[in-house]
Every structure is written in structure tokens, then in C-alpha cells.
């Protein structure tokens, strides 16, 4: 079983819609989350990262968590071309271990 | 310069040669990384750096020698080369240990294996 799951995707929304993306990890005592974005050819750069149960609204992005579920997911609404990526979820479980899902690519068509 | 920088970007090297990546944080960090990043992988963590001592080995072939002389340093000595080993490898560093620390990632570099 993998740490953290997310599909591949790739998951494609109009111009202005609302992508969701989820993730569920494994690992219950999970205390850290986070969105990672990455174009293609680039490194990962942070989007969001959230702690606790519930909602965090950063701009047009929005990542929920539910430990009991073991699900962590990240909405991005009006949805542009630019956020056209792959989108990490990482999970942090141990002492400074971090699990990466594989990515789930957006596509967001004009 | 700022955040996590990375050199070389690029690198191409042969089966026998010997060859160093190196990162550099400009963050004050305490912790850093190295991962390998395939094509269709999850981010694979190598090794973990936690106040310069090595506090995670992943089961990485001996070929890939890490060093970490200070807080702000970290190399990827390489020797002996596969080509499967080609791949991004991106370097990153976080605040500590504990907490709620957020990893930041270095540009990266390309290596290719032939």
C-alpha cells in the first residue's frame, strides 16, 4: 500500500470552472499536509499546506482535511490555463518524513 | 541569492565517471534533502539532514554518497553510475525538526547517465 495516494489523472476542467483534487495517506498519525505544484520541467513549489480538520482558504485555493477519513483535498476555483500542472500532495508522517503522492495532472483548456 | 539553489542544472556522465551535486540554503533551515524524481514516480526521499548528521538512508545503492558539512550545505557525490539512475534530482530544506515545517525545493538538477 502506497503512503500517499492521488490519481494521475490527467483531470481535465474549463477556463473558470472549479478543479478538485484528491489525496488520501495511510498513515493515521499523519500531523502535516501539503499541495505542492509542478510544472513540467520544474521543481515543486508550495501552494498550501494545512494541519488541522476542515477548511483553508488561500485565494482562489482551498485545501480540506479529514483525518478521520484520511483525506486531504485541494480545490482551486475559476480555474486558468496557468494552473495547468501537476499537482503533489505530501504528507508529513515521522520525524522530518515527508511521502510524496505521484501527482495528479491538470489540464484546464481555455 | 535566495531560497535553495542547485548546480549544476544540467549533467551528462558516463558509467565510470565520478562526478558532485550541490545544493545551498539561504533559508536558515536545519534540515535537508535529497530526492530523485523519475519520469511517472512518486518523489523517491534519498536522504534526510537534520543539524548535519544523517537522520535517513532509503535503501539508496552505495553509489550515491551524500555530505553535509554545515546547516546550509549539501552534496550528492556520485560514482559509477547507472543509466537507470538518470533522473531530477532536486535538493530541498525545512525549518527543523518536530513542528509544522513546510519543505522547500531547489531547482534541481538533470542528470542524464550513459
Known amino acids: 500500500q502506497k503512503e500517499v495516494e492521488q490519481n494521475s489523472g490527467p483531470l481535465s476542467v474549463p477556463e473558470g470552472a472549479i478543479a478538485s483534487l484528491n489525496c488520501t495517506y495511510s498513515d493515521r498519525v499523519s500531523q502535516s499536509f501539503f499541495w505542492y505544484r509542478q510544472y513540467s520541467g520544474k521543481s515543486p513549489e508550495l501552494i498550501m499546506s494545512i494541519y488541522s480538520n476542515g477548511d483553508k482558504e488561500d485565494g482562489r485555493f482551498t485545501a480540506q482535511l479529514n483525518k478521520a477519513s484520511q483525506y486531504v483535498s485541494l480545490l482551486i476555483r475559476d480555474s486558468q490555463p496557468s494552473d495547468s500542472a501537476t499537482y503533489l500532495c505530501?504528507?508529513?508522517?515521522?520525524?522530518?518524513?515527508?511521502?510524496f503522492g505521484s501527482g495528479t495532472k491538470l489540464n484546464v483548456k481555455p | 541569492e535566495t531560497g535553495v539553489t542547485q548546480t549544476p542544472r544540467h549533467l551528462v556522465m558516463g558509467m565510470t565517471n565520478k562526478k558532485s551535486l550541490k545544493c545551498e540554503q539561504h533559508l536558515g533551515h536545519n534540515a535537508m534533502y535529497w530526492y530523485k524524481q523519475s519520469a511517472k514516480k512518486p518523489l523517491e526521499l534519498m536522504f534526510v539532514y537534520n543539524f548535519k548528521e544523517q537522520t535517513e538512508n532509503n535503501s539508496v545503492p552505495s553509489r550515491f554518497s551524500p555530505e553535509c558539512p554545515n546547516s546550509s550545505h549539501l552534496f550528492l557525490h556520485l560514482h559509477t553510475l547507472q543509466p537507470e539512475d538518470s533522473a531530477l534530482y532536486l535538493c530541498?530544506?525545512?525549518?527543523?525538526?518536530?513542528?509544522?515545517?513546510?519543505?522547500?525545493f531547489g531547482p534541481g538538477t538533470r542528470l542524464l547517465v550513459l
Open positions: 505530501a504528507v508529513k508522517s515521522n520525524f522530518n518524513k515527508f511521502y
Open positions: 530541498a530544506s525545512s525549518q527543523g525538526a518536530g513542528g509544522q515545517e513546510t519543505q522547500y
